[in-house]
Each structure stands twice: as structure tokens, then as C-alpha cells.
């Protein structure tokens, strides 16, 4: 069984940077794609970043190019997103996301069947 739980959210300011984490347990490293995806209020959840299943890292969403970083540590089985430059627009619920062992990295939410439980990102202005 995965399990997926995200930490590091907060409340920062506009240009400020915040690194947020998923810790997975089950195998979830080395065989699953893993994506973080954000949802603000009144919106749709949406793709921010991933890595492939054999840990390279896949793409980001336009929005966050150039500003925001996915890293993963497979010795502590943790998913990192080193966010920079941040924006009262990047505030939202960040998740992460696995899914089947071996499958493709996907862009779409509906893809994916374990998440984690969100952490809270905002920022203030």
C-alpha cells in the first residue's frame, strides 16, 4: 500500500521561496512516476511538476518554468519542490501524486490514484 504525506507548506511572501516535501512509503521510488499538482480556491487541480519513474525528471507546468524545482531522494523516499521567486498566484494546496509502477509520467490528475493529504502554500503580497 502507498501512503504519500506532504510537509513544509507556509504562509510567505511575494519573491520568498519554500521547499515542500512528500515522503512516500510502499515502493513507490525507482517504479512510479510522481507529480505534484496545486489547487487554489474555485479552480481546478492542476499539474506543476514530475519525475519520471526511473527518476528523471519529466516537465513543469508553463507557470512555474524557470522558477520552481522537483528533486527526489530515493534513499529517504522523499519528493522535494523547491519553489522560488513565488507569486500571490502559486497559493494553493500542493499534492502529490504516484501512480501505476512503470507507467508514464501524465499531466492529468485523473490519472493518478495515490495522494497525499495537501499542504497549504501561500503567499502574501
Known amino acids: 500500500q502507498v501512503q504519500l504525506v506532504e510537509t513544509g507548506g507556509g504562509l510567505v511572501q511575494v519573491g520568498d521561496s519554500l521547499t515542500i516535501s512528500c515522503t512516500a512509503s510502499g515502493s513507490v521510488f525507482g517504479s512510479r512516476p510522481m507529480g505534484w499538482f496545486r489547487q487554489a480556491p474555485r479552480k481546478e487541480r492542476e499539474f506543476v511538476a514530475g519525475i519520471k519513474w526511473n527518476g528523471i525528471v519529466g516537465n513543469y507546468a508553463d507557470s512555474v518554468k524557470g522558477r520552481f524545482i522537483i528533486s527526489g531522494d530515493n534513499a529517504k523516499n522523499t519528493l522535494y519542490l523547491q519553489m522560488n521567486s513565488l507569486r500571490p498566484e502559486d497559493t494553493a494546496v500542493y499534492y502529490c501524486?504516484?501512480?501505476?509502477?512503470?507507467?508514464?509520467?501524465?499531466?492529468?490528475?485523473?490519472?493518478?490514484?495515490?495522494w497525499g493529504q495537501g499542504t497549504q502554500v501561500t503567499v502574501s503580497s
Open positions: 501524486a504516484t501512480r501505476s509502477t512503470y507507467s508514464a509520467l501524465s499531466d492529468r490528475p485523473e490519472s493518478y490514484n495515490y
